[in-house]
Nanobody, 125 residues
Framework: QVHLEESGGGLVQPGGSLRLSCAAS????????MGWYRQVLGKQRELVAV????????KYTESVKGRFTISRDNARKLVDLQMNSLKPEDTATYYC??????????????????WGQGTQVTVSS
């Protein structure tokens, strides 16, 4: 069983920065890809950034490229999302996800898929 717990959300002014962290328990962390997703009430959950099991490959949604950086520390079972130059449209609940992929790629594979409870990010003046 895997448990994911997000932290680091909060209220920030436009142009500011936040760093989200996701701490994982369980033994399968280093063998799975990780991702950050976000959801606004009434809308579908969307991918923000994902990172392969080894950290060698990342992928971002277009709207956050150049502003957000995903990283992971397999020894500490952490995945972070550094968010800079935040905009009001970044306001959402951010979720951490652990999911199986083929080897060290981002190709989806069968297997357990885990989500955290979410952390709220509000960008407002």
């Amino acid at each position: 069983q895997v448990h994911l717990e997000e932290s680091g959300g909060g209220l920030v002014q436009p142009g500011g920065s936040l760093r989200l962290s996701c701490a994982a328990s369980g033994s399968i962390f280093s063998n799975n890809a990780m991702g950050w997703y976000r959801q606004v009430l009434g809308k579908q959950r969307e991918l923000v950034a994902v990172i392969t099991s080894t950290g060698g490959m990342t992928k971002y949604t277009e709207s956050v490229k150049g502003r957000f950086t995903i990283s992971r520390d397999n020894a500490r079972k952490l995945v972070d999302l550094q968010m800079n130059s935040l905009k009001p449209e970044d306001t959402a609940t951010y979720y951490c996800r652990l999911f199986p992929t083929v080897g060290s790629s981002l190709l989806p594979a069968r297997g357990p898929d885990y989500w955290g409870q979410g952390t709220q990010v509000t960008v407002s003046s």
